[in-house]
């Protein structure tokens, strides 16, 4: 059982480049979501998703994009790429509320640097 | 107005002791889950607890037990006989959802736990 999974692991930009950072999850979690990590701080939430075509903002969402086509994937798209996107960027998955707690599944990470 | 708040941004315990960290929340739903997380510096983000707001007694995992005081809205993580491995970032977060339909998770800044030999 692979949980969730990031691509790439790292990845080197130049400012003004796009990228697709790719997320997939195979324990068909309705919730997904993407964070960012800067240097010693906690996570903030980029964009989150309900279920397949439904996507909202978190508290850092400018210079971002998400698509969610299919329950098992949650792509994050970089337009523009600037220095202070550069961050590790977390991909999380959870399923639907029981009643009971459930954790969030999080991804290996993806280290972006923008130079 | 933050939602978690981690106040300690670094502690240091000696191997085999208990140690406290701190958290305290913001929220006025009802209904909202606390977690503990463990980042050791490999980055990788391990669950450690849960404390649900209706739960009536304090959530333990092993060597990990959440002292949970809703009215003073803290949920501080208490390991129990400290490890080397435990040495690592830790992480409070929320999550909200009772008038919303959406998990929604809050982190806080963490704490830099550092055990000694």
């Given at each position: 059982?692979?949980?969730?999974?990031?691509?790439?692991?790292f990845?080197?930009?130049?400012?003004?480049?796009?990228?697709?950072?790719?997320?997939?999850?195979?324990?068909n979690?309705?919730?997904?979501?993407?964070?960012?990590?800067?240097?010693?701080?906690?996570?903030?939430?980029?964009?989150?998703?309900?279920?397949?075509?439904?996507?909202?903002?978190?508290?850092?969402?400018?210079g971002y994009?998400?698509?969610?086509?299919?329950?098992?994937?949650?792509?994050?798209?970089?337009?523009?790429?600037?220095?202070?996107?550069?961050?590790?960027?977390?991909?999380?998955?959870s399923?639907?509320?029981?009643?009971?707690?459930?954790?969030?599944?999080?991804?290996p990470g993806?280290?972006?640097?923008?130079? | 107005?933050?939602?978690?708040?981690?106040?300690?941004?670094?502690?240091?315990?000696?191997?085999?002791?208990?140690?406290?960290?701190?958290?305290?929340?913001?929220?006025?739903?009802p209904?909202?889950?606390?977690?503990?997380?463990?980042?050791?510096?490999s980055?990788?983000?391990?669950?450690?607890?849960y404390q649900?707001?209706?739960?009536?007694?304090?959530?333990?995992?092993?060597?990990?037990?959440?002292?949970?005081?809703?009215?003073?809205?803290?949920?501080?993580?208490?390991?129990?006989?400290?490890?080397?491995?435990?040495?690592?970032?830790?992480?409070?977060?929320?999550?909200?959802?009772?008038?919303?339909?959406?998990?929604?998770?809050?982190?806080?800044?963490?704490?830099k736990?550092?055990?000694?030999?």
């Open positions: 059982n692979a949980g969730v999974t990031q691509t790439p692991k990845r080197i930009l130049k400012i003004g480049q796009s990228m697709t950072l790719q997320c997939t999850q195979d324990m979690h309705n919730y997904m979501y993407w964070y960012r990590q800067d240097p010693g701080m906690g996570l903030k939430l980029i964009y989150y998703s309900v279920g397949a075509g439904i996507t909202d903002k978190g508290e850092v969402p400018n994009n998400v698509s969610r086509s299919t329950t098992e994937d949650f792509p994050l798209r970089l337009e523009l790429a600037a220095p202070s996107q550069t961050s590790v960027y977390f991909c999380a998955s399923p639907l509320r029981t009643g009971r707690g459930e954790t969030q599944y999080f991804g993806t280290r972006l640097l923008v130079l | 107005a933050q939602k978690i708040t981690q106040t300690q941004p670094g502690m240091f315990v000696q191997e085999k002791e208990a140690v406290t960290l701190d958290c305290t929340y913001d929220t006025s739903d209904s909202y889950g606390l977690f503990w997380y463990k980042q050791p510096s980055g990788e983000m391990i669950f450690l607890i649900g707001s209706y739960d009536q007694q304090n959530a333990t995992e092993g060597r990990y037990s959440l002292n949970f005081q809703k009215a003073r809205k803290s949920a501080n993580l208490v390991i129990s006989a400290s490890q080397l491995g435990d040495s690592a970032m830790y992480f409070c977060a929320m999550r909200e959802g009772g008038r919303k339909n959406f998990n929604k998770f809050y982190f806080g800044s963490g704490t736990l550092n055990v000694k030999p």
